[in-house]
């Protein structure tokens, strides 16, 4: 075949291309089909791109040309800014690879980011856990030093223990020989007193003038204990049969503002509605509680103790007043001379409280010093020491219409003594904690007793063995309890600010609050129908 043949097969066939093309053209431009709803772009090579492009040059498809580098370009530039179309859309855009390195770099210098945010915590927690190791040794080493020093201290504890035990017969032995002291130091004053007694006797026969008949001459300076029986309960039964008001119906009826410091004791009047007050601030102060205007009016005051006042009691008349203080003192005060008429010196150390004898001669007192003494107040001196306790003596307490005295004591017990014998013929064990106070009922047959655990004991005076009810009204301490006139109840002055009123018969307290410190001394008035308490705060309340 010539050369002018195969230009002219070649000519028509590209004609006829063209002309087929152009038809395929014309028939796309016409027929605008749908693009199908999911559409799956295979995986075409890197220089695919390339040859389309020259291919649609090469045909002189410039419009097809320029939709598919608009629509090629636009999704790589969307693979690049990270933004490709989800799976919901329908169609995957693969990136060519150098909008992949692209892609491969930033992810690259974000990972590095992070590595080095991480590396400066794994470095930051290194130096956290040295310095937590070097803590850990630290404290390591100060425990076992605490724990050597804990085991020395056993050790020396055990050694101190066994060598006191060792010294406990000799300190026995010393105790036994200071009693022994003690009773021939009593015996011997009390030989001295009757070698006194008589020679003033013998001197004032040889100064009287003789007579026919003569007149025995009475020592009138020591008063003689009186002689009870049971007739002087008569009162007392009558007292107990009168009915008493409920211990619910209590309530707070006034408050006086008695003392600007701590308010010790309080006593009542025996036969008016007055009460005596003493305080820290040296002073004692009387108050008048009847009904009316005038309730709360101070009627009296006296200073003359050097320290704190902790202790009183009125005279069985109600004309004196006796108080004890920290000065180591007792004195007596009469109220229509307006003044102190006694002072009794004797104890060594601070005195807690005092009692007077229903017959008015003796008064009683206790001290820190262990012991409790009883005045005469004709012959203005100390009658009577009694030497029993191992701790300070805290209370005493004179039972009514008899010669026993109560005294209690911070060694858990308390003792009942006979003081025209001056013997002990009871004493009450059965505290865990020191005693507080103790007291009796008006028929003396029954003894209650509170220490600082706050447990309340009442006992038979008859039976000191075991207590017959046991009261707790803790956890603070019990400072000091009382009997009501018909000894069916009682008031306890609790330490957490509060008066407890205990029904014998059921044991239940009833609590009244209205103190701002703790309760130190409670009172019943003389038919039981009121209730009067002092505390820390320097108030008395009436409740009724």
């Known amino acids: 075949m010539s050369a002018r043949g195969k230009d002219g097969a070649e000519e028509e066939e590209r004609k006829e291309g063209l002309s087929e093309e152009e038809e395929d053209e014309d028939e796309v431009f016409r027929i605008k089909p749908e693009p199908p ?15 389309l492009r020259n291919f649609l040059l090469r045909l002189g498809l410039r419009r097809t040309l320029s939709s598919f580098e608009s629509e090629w370009y636009d999704s790589a530039q969307k693979v690049f800014s990270g933004t490709l179309p989800t799976p919901e859309s329908g ?26 945010l991480l590396r400066m915590e794994v470095l930051t927690a290194g130096e956290n856990l040295t310095r937590m190791q070097r803590e850990r040794n630290f404290h390591r080493l100060q425990h076992r030093r605490v724990v050597e020093d804990k085991n020395q201290l056993i050790k020396d504890l055990k050694h101190l223990k066994e060598h006191l035990k060792s010294y406990e017969p000799a300190m026995k032995q010393l105790e036994d ?17 009757r070698v006194q007694n008589a020679t003033e006797a013998k001197v004032n026969q040889e100064k009287a003038p003789e007579k026919k008949s003569p007149v025995k001459i009475k020592h009138l300076k ?77 009627m009296l005051t006296g200073e003359g103790h050097s320290d704190w006042l902790s202790g009183c009691s009125f005279y069985p008349d109600g004309t004196k007043l006796a108080t004890t203080s920290g000065d180591t003192t007792v004195r007596l005060w009469n109220f229509s001379l307006g003044c102190c008429v006694l002072t009794f010196f004797g104890h060594s150390q601070p005195t807690w409280s005092c ?14 010093d262990r012991t409790a003494k009883l005045w005469d107040l004709n012959s203005q001196r100390c009658r009577l020491t009694l030497r029993r306790h191992d701790a300070s003596v805290n209370s005493v307490h004179f ?31 059965g505290h865990r904690h020191p005693c507080n106070h103790a007291t009796s009922n008006m028929a003396a047959d029954l003894v209650a007793s509170c220490d600082s655990g706050g447990v309340v004991n009442i006992w038979d005076s008859r039976k000191p063995v075991t207590p017959l009810a046991a009261v707790d009204v803790g956890p603070m301490g019990a400072n000091q309890v009382v009997f009501s006139q018909s000894g069916k109840a009682l008031a306890v002055a609790s330490g957490d600010g509060s008066v407890r009123l205990v029904e014998l018969e059921s044991c239940e307290a009833i609590s009244l609050d209205g103190h701002n410190g703790s309760v130190q001394s409670v009172k019943f008035d003389h038919k039981g129908t009121t209730v009067m308490s002092a505390g820390s705060d320097g108030r008395i309340n009436v409740w009724s």
């Open 399 to 429: 039972l009514s219409s008899s010669n026993l005295l109560l005294t209690a004591s911070a060694d858990k017990t308390v003792v009942l003594w006979d003081t025209r014998l001056a013997v002990c013929p009871a004493v009450f064990t």
């Open 355 to 368: 009692s007077f004898h229903s017959s008015g001669r003796f008064l009683a007192s206790c001290s820190s």
């Open 177 to 193: 020989k200071h009693q022994v002291a003690l009773r021939q130091k009593m015996l011997l004053s009390l030989q001295k007193d």
């Open 91 to 116: 169609v995957f855009f693969l990136p060519d690879a150098l909008t992949h390195q692209k892609i491969l770099q930033t992810e690259l210098e974000t990972v590095r980011r992070e590595t080095e």
């Open 37 to 51: 709803k999911h559409q799956t772009i295979p995986n075409i090579p890197e220089s695919m791109d390339d040859f």
């Open 222 to 298: 020591d008063s003689e204990f009186p002689v009870y029986s049971r007739m002087v309960k008569l009162q007392v039964d009558q007292v107990t049969s009168e009915a008493e008001k409920s211990l619910r119906s209590f309530s707070l009826q006034s408050s006086i503002k008695a003392h600007q410091q701590p308010i010790s004791c309080i006593d009542l009047h025996p036969k008016e509605m007055m009460l005596v007050s003493v305080s820290d601030d040296c002073r004692w102060r009387m108050w008048r509680l009847e009904t009316g205007e005038k309730v709360g009016e101070m």
